[in-house]
């Protein structure tokens, strides 16, 4: 399962319905707050994609805590600003998508890290994928 954690609500919808019809379980959060709290379900995450312009706990915020307290959980950062990305003190680095997401680069991440789609996935078009 592949937790997204972004706070608009147009893009995390988007996202989540992409990559369910490519075969990603996933489960889409508006926030780092509401991220923490489903990481204390029953079914831990592969993978962890998340915008780092949230509202309260910030994305990097939300980044470091995650590599404090699940050091072999995959994680990504997106954004559509500018950030300075150097990582923290004791944390490593983590892929970054400039949003508009290169959909191509980010489903081979995914590919790299998650488990075999549960389906054939379907393949996007150069319409859903913004033309990149």
Do not use: T, W
């Amino acid at each position: 399962m592949i937790l997204i954690v972004e706070d608009d609500p147009l893009s995390r919808r988007a996202l989540q319905s992409l990559l369910a019809a490519n075969g990603y379980p996933c489960r889409a959060v508006p926030s780092a707050e509401a991220a923490l709290k489903a990481l204390q379900g029953r079914e831990e995450p592969e993978i962890v994609l998340i915008d780092i312009d949230l509202p309260g706990m910030s994305g990097l915020q939300l980044l470091h805590e995650l590599q404090q307290a699940h050091p072999r959980l995959p994680c990504s950062l997106m954004s559509a600003n500018d950030h300075d990305l150097s990582p923290p003190a004791g944390g490593r680095a983590v892929p970054f998508f400039p949003k508009p997401l290169n959909l191509k680069r980010l489903f081979g991440f995914l590919r790299n890290c998650a488990k075999a789609p549960a389906a054939q996935p379907r393949r996007f078009n150069q319409l859903s994928a913004g033309g990149r």
